[in-house]
């Protein structure tokens, strides 16, 4: 359950203290607002094609699954007002992964197991049996936590709008003693053994030791705590909304969660409560010891590899048997006030669902929207072969700027211009912040300004820049919200990752950026490093909305292609 973070970075905890029973939650709590609903919702930031219910409050993606031909996207969801509370399961589905029928909610407090929430999980598909969606509830105002499963009610309905907890089995995960009940939380979706055994993964923490708790069964509903986590790392808190499943050496195609083998890795990511961030490893999965060990390759702690550098929480990934591919979920909060958000009547948006799979060295993943996103394109617009020299600022026309797909790629004549890069430059977002896309530099700042006034007194830059170091050459992409919009209280900060490419081969970088009103998600080089920033321009809106490419370094780059679109508005309900 992955709870919000204040966008003024005040953490206000009013019911869950850091206190020396152990309660270990930081909740930003306002019980004077989660239940205040406004008449009527204010659009003028709303997504038109990244999935937001009608009103109110959404948080972390919950048990997304394929079944009977149905997407499902299960969601937390307060039903009574746009700040965090009163939370249940919200409940949608999709014959595309885009274009999506609201439901009644799944899940709501109804047992003394879940009466202060049904907060996030997982589905998970029983062979010849169905779905069966095993989600952490809360037991008193301490925040103990217990861990549950519903099934449909009726599962010949093609939708599954009903769910039932059974009682005689429920709860169906107790902490023990030793473990602290206020971080144990967000059940994975389970894989089956050849012992015969159900497994899962549940979040939580010992003395800041961040934690996934292994569990296995043979029905489903007896789970036995195997002695050992499956993996654990120091110093890194609580570990929220864990995920683990099995991906390809070889090609994009997606694995079932069970599968198995020499030919495959396996991905342990992790929410942190404590940095609002999320990290992944890749390793191997050792079945006859239960135990992941991650490669060598990446850090295994906060400074690890990202799904995302941005405004991007508490993802969950499923299979796909449809297409054969995995695809990750994940949440962006508002970076508006509380004050905001009651005012307009919605807070927060699920980020495009992404394909994802490993990248040929074995090194990180790479993610790309789903292919049918593209399904949303008209009226294309194209440049090819334009020279950016220092200081040049080209508009993309013919498109409708607040609401578009850009495909572009740059290319280089030379990198002997390249800055040197300081090595204790390791924050990539303290690199942006200093440099900003204003500041000359020898390769960049070059890239896209999104979301820009006529004048540029607002505008969101996606951009690269090239540094040398000793043995390579560093790129950095950046997200920089710093001049988004002219309202100063907003949180605006520069994100920004590195991205892993050898320039000694290819001097080219390639970047697509999807602009939704208040979004801008970007995917720098095929999926390499991926930045998502929510932005609420004054000036830039609608159609006073434009888009830019610009070169601000004194190397000449070069616009090889670039293809942009006008996106249509995805269908809901």
């Known amino acids: 359950m992955a709870l ?76 009574k007002g746009a700040v965090w509370g009163n939370i249940i399961w919200g409940h949608a589905v999709s014959k595309d992964l885009i274009n999506w029928k609201e439901l009644e909610p799944a899940l709501y407090p109804s047992n003394p197991f879940d009466k202060y929430g049904c907060w996030s999980g997982s589905a998970t ?32 309905d093609p939708f599954l709008r009903k769910w039932v907890k059974p009682k005689a089995f429920n709860p169906i995960i107790k902490p023990e003693r030793a473990m602290n009940a206020s971080v144990f939380r967000d059940p994975t979706t389970a894989w089956w053994s050849t012992d015969g055994h159900w497994r899962i993964l549940i979040g939580g923490s010992r003395k800041n030791r961040g934690m996934a708790y292994l569990y296995r069964s043979k ?52 929410s942190l409560d404590k940095t609002r961030y999320e990290y992944y490893t890749i390793g191997t999965y050792f079945r006859n010891k ?20 941005g405004n991007f929480y508490a993802s969950k990934s499923f299979f796909d048997p449809s297409k054969n591919r995995r695809v990750v979920w994940a949440w962006a909060n508002e970076s508006d006030s509380k004050e905001d958000d009651v005012k307009k009547g919605w807070a927060g948006i699920q980020a495009i669902p992404r394909t994802v799979w490993l990248d040929s060295q074995g090194r990180q993943l790479l993610q790309w929207p789903v292919e049918e996103l593209n399904s949303l394109r008209e009226k294309e617009v194209n440049l090819s072969n334009q020279k950016l020299k220092k200081g ?31 090595s204790r430059w390791v924050n990539p977002e ?71 490419v050898d320039l000694s081969i290819h001097k080219k970088l390639s970047l697509r950026t999807l602009i939704d009103h208040s979004v801008v998600e970007s995917f720098g080089v095929g999926g390499k490093t991926n930045i998502l920033s929510r932005v609420y321009p004054t000036l830039a809106i609608k159609k006073k909305a434009h888009l830019f490419v610009f070169n601000n370094g004194t190397e000449h780059i070069t616009v090889e292609n670039l293809r942009a679109w006008s996106m249509k508005s995805a269908r809901r309900n």
């Open 4 to 79: 919000p973070i204040c966008v003024t970075i005040i953490i206000i905890c009013s019911y869950f203290l850091i206190c020396n029973d152990g309660v270990e939650a930081f909740h930003s709590i306002y019980p004077g607002l989660q239940s205040i609903s406004v008449r009527s919702v204010n659009k003028l930031h709303r997504t038109a094609y990244h999935f937001q219910p009608r009103r109110n409050w959404i948080n972390d993606p919950n048990g997304p699954m394929y079944y009977n031909g149905v997407y499902h996207l299960f969601y937390q969801y307060n039903p």
């Open 125 to 156: 598909v029983l062979p010849g049996k169905g779905p069966v969606i095993l989600y952490t509830g809360v037991i008193d105002k301490h925040s103990n936590e217990v861990q549950l499963y519903a099934i449909p009610e009726n599962k010949s």
């Open 219 to 270: 029905d489903f509903l007896k789970w036995i705590r195997v002695k050992h986590p499956i993996h654990s790392a120091a110093s890194t808190g609580t570990w929220e909304c864990p995920d683990f499943y099995p991906v390809s050496l070889k090609g994009k195609n997606g694995l079932d969660i069970s599968s198995v083998g020499n030919s495959v890795k396996h991905v342990l990511k992790n």
């Open 290 to 309: 239960d135990k992941y060990i991650p490669d060598n390759t990446s850090e295994d702690g906060w400074g690890g590899l990202r799904y995302d550098y």
């Open 392 to 422: 040049d600022y080209v508009k993309v026309k013919g498109i409708t700027a607040a609401q578009a797909d850009v495909e572009i790629s740059f290319s280089f004549s030379s990198l002997e211009k390249a800055e040197a890069f300081d």
């Open 430 to 500: 303290n690199v942006c912040a200093e440099k900003g896309s204003k500041n000359e530099g020898g390769i960049g700042p070059f890239g896209l300004l999104t979301l820009a006034s006529e004048k540029l007194e607002e505008f969101t830059p996606v951009f690269f820049r090239i540094f040398k170091a000793s043995n390579n050459h560093v790129i950095l992409m950046c997200s920089d919200a710093t001049s988004s919009s002219l309202k100063t209280e907003l949180y605006k900060p520069s994100f920004a990752g590195f991205v892993d």
